[in-house]
């Protein structure tokens, strides 16, 4: 049985396919139109899963569509009739939506040949937050379950608790559009000077270089309930209906979020270019501290409620990965489980998870701890494409590949690893990665001076080998999709300066042999060389989204001062095209 997964017309339109409940492929929609958080139907996405699944459009058995516009259609109605202004608005929008809704234009577009017909009957609308619940859950290594989702807002809900058990999933409650723990972090992120969708994370990264000194003032636009959720106050933000969410050229964005009795509160916002005060870097870790009381809040409700040992976490705020590596300690929960692609992407495949195991009644199938469902390709198809390019390169043998890379990173130099299938979802894990040495404590300056051009108060990542993350780190769960912030012992600190963040954390990736045997014999040839079983890992990309293929890791290759290129067991030396 093939069921095909679509994340359409919301940020991070995406596509999986599933035989048989085993998830054959996955990727996001931006990865081949090259614009980043693309919100368009997944069309290249869908041509990738049906090509790597070897079947048809027509032969899918089942289409799942992570939206429901029918969902909670009276909370809707509700809130027009207590917002009388934003009637004309979502009028537009129903508008719009029967337009983007013309599905059979869409797949028509991609197979000419298909009977839509037959096709219609095969489609399924999942609604948004039980795609993320799915996402979770039936990805997890857990037989029963508490469930968070968790975002900006989806199908008019914004929060979502809920218990799995088996191939079930119980919604227990849920919070509705406009209140939003997404869409309060979203509100700061613009205020503090970040205006673009999915600039959240930088907020993130500035929180530890201030003091939570106004946790008090934050928590007052929000209200924390008896009933283990939550509400905020409405005057401290513009009806984000109102403010506005684009698609525009299918790029998301949304009009600003904080009202006038906000910059009352907080003052002036930040400019774009404005340097950013130690006020902005105290504001912002008061935000991160209240975002996580927040979760925490919610999740100890949760563990009470359900009386559960295990958490799925989903939805944009589990990309919140500082808040995401205290849970356990925070809440009680043991066992932490949140998807690879937490985020918007992972719809498409949560939608089909939920559609194969819950709606279907079908057996769970293995956990996942893979990311590398997207594009792949091979040697001879590699070497191809850089003799049409006339590029100078050797193939080599991965041992003797190991050994050159490792002396060209204690060098030091930075180096573009491409490798094996494409990650799904938003962190590279080591086979779409720009590697370097985690000793070099100039190498956060070399990279952004080289290639990122990045905030310098972002940090950078580490991969390391899954045995000896309780070497390094104060906590030793499993991290496999750098989904967890975690604490770096103090006497290790020193060792890693460039992964380790002002707060004496890291962003950590634990690499599995079994799941990743390249990246991981990478690491360990490194570690032989330096005693270290680390690398710093950020994603291969230069402003855009990460690149997808050879063409696209060639062109940033040359675009910047990278100094080695490793396409699978190929290598292109910056001496020899110069
Ligand atoms: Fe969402």
New binding site residues.
């Given amino acids: 049985m093939y069921i095909l997964g679509i994340n359409a017309y919301?940020?991070d339109s995406s596509a999986a396919i599933f035989k048989d409940g085993i998830m054959i492929a996955a990727t996001e929609e931006e990865r081949f139109t090259r614009v980043k958080h693309w919100a368009g139907f997944p069309a290249l996405a869908i041509q990738f899963c049906l090509r790597e699944a070897g079947v048809t459009l027509g032969e899918v058995d089942y289409i799942t569509i992570g939206r429901d516009p029918k969902a909670k259609f009276m909370n809707k109605l509700n809130y027009l009739r207590k917002n009388p202004s934003l009637v004309f608005g979502a009028f537009k929008r129903y508008r719009n939506s029967k337009e983007v809704t013309s599905l059979e234009h869409e797949f028509k577009k991609i197979d000419p040949a298909v009977d839509y017909t037959l096709l219609k009957d095969k489609i399924k609308n999942i609604e948004?937050?039980r795609?993320?619940l799915a996402s979770a859950f039936f990805a997890s290594p857990f037989e029963t379950s508490a469930i968070l989702?968790i975002?900006?807002?989806?199908d008019f809900t914004t929060t979502m608790i809920a218990v799995g058990r088996g191939n079930k999933i119980e919604v227990l409650d849920s919070v509705d559009f406009p209140v939003s723990c997404?869409l309060f972090y979203t509100a700061f992120t613009q205020f503090l000077g970040f205006p673009h969708y999915g600039d959240e994370y930088k907020v993130m990264g500035l929180a530890p270089y201030g003091e939570a000194k106004y946790t008090d003032k934050v928590k007052q636009v929000l209200k924390f309930l008896p009933n283990g959720l939550y509400t905020w106050h409405d005057e401290y933000f513009v009806q984000p209906t109102k403010a506005g969410f684009k698609y525009e050229n299918n790029i998301p964005s949304v009009g600003n979020l904080y009202s006038s009795r906000f910059v009352q509160a907080f003052g002036e916002p930040r400019k774009n270019n404005e340097p950013l005060s130690q006020y902005h870097k105290d504001l912002a870790a008061s935000v991160q501290r209240v975002t996580e009381e927040l979760i925490f809040y919610i999740l100890k409700h949760l563990r009470e409620r359900t009386g559960l040992d295990n958490i799925c976490i989903?939805?944009?705020v589990a990309q919140n990965s500082v808040a995401n590596g205290k849970v356990a300690e925070a809440t009680g929960f043991k066992g932490v489980y949140i998807p690879s692609a937490g985020?918007?992407a992972?719809?498409s495949m949560g939608s089909a998870l939920y559609y194969y195991n819950h709606d279907l009644g079908k057996p769970r199938v293995p956990a996942i701890y893979s990311a590398y469902t997207g594009s792949r390709f091979s040697n001879e198809e590699i070497e191809t494409f850089l003799r049409s390019r006339n590029i100078k390169y050797r193939r080599l043998e991965d041992a003797a590949l190991f050994d050159i890379v490792t002396d060209k990173l204690i060098e030091p130099g930075v180096v573009g690893w491409f490798n094996g299938r494409a990650e799904f979802g938003p962190r590279a894990l080591g086979a779409r990665s720009i590697i370097a040495d985690p000793r070099n404590p100039k190498a956060k300056d070399l990279l952004n001076l080289k290639i990122k051009r990045r905030e310098s108060f972002r940090p950078f990542a580490p991969s390391i080998l899954k045995e000896y993350s309780g070497e390094y780190f104060s906590k030793t769960d499993e991290v496999p999709f750098m989904e967890k912030v975690f604490p770096i012992k103090p006497e290790k600190q020193a060792d890693i300066p460039a992964v380790t963040h002002v707060d004496g954390t890291g962003r950590l990736q634990t690499v599995d042999q079994q799941v990743s045997p390249r990246y991981y014999a990478l690491i360990e040839a490194f570690r032989k060389k330096t005693g270290v079983p680390i690398l710093l890992n950020t994603s291969f990309n230069e402003n855009e989204p990460i690149v997808n293929s050879p063409a696209e890791a060639l062109d940033c290759f040359l675009r910047t001062q990278m100094d080695m290129l490793v396409l699978e067991n190929c290598v292109i030396e910056r001496a020899d095209n110069a």
């Fill in positions: 919301h940020a948004h937050h795609s993320h989702s975002d900006g807002s989806g997404g989903a939805g944009g985020h918007d992972g719809i």
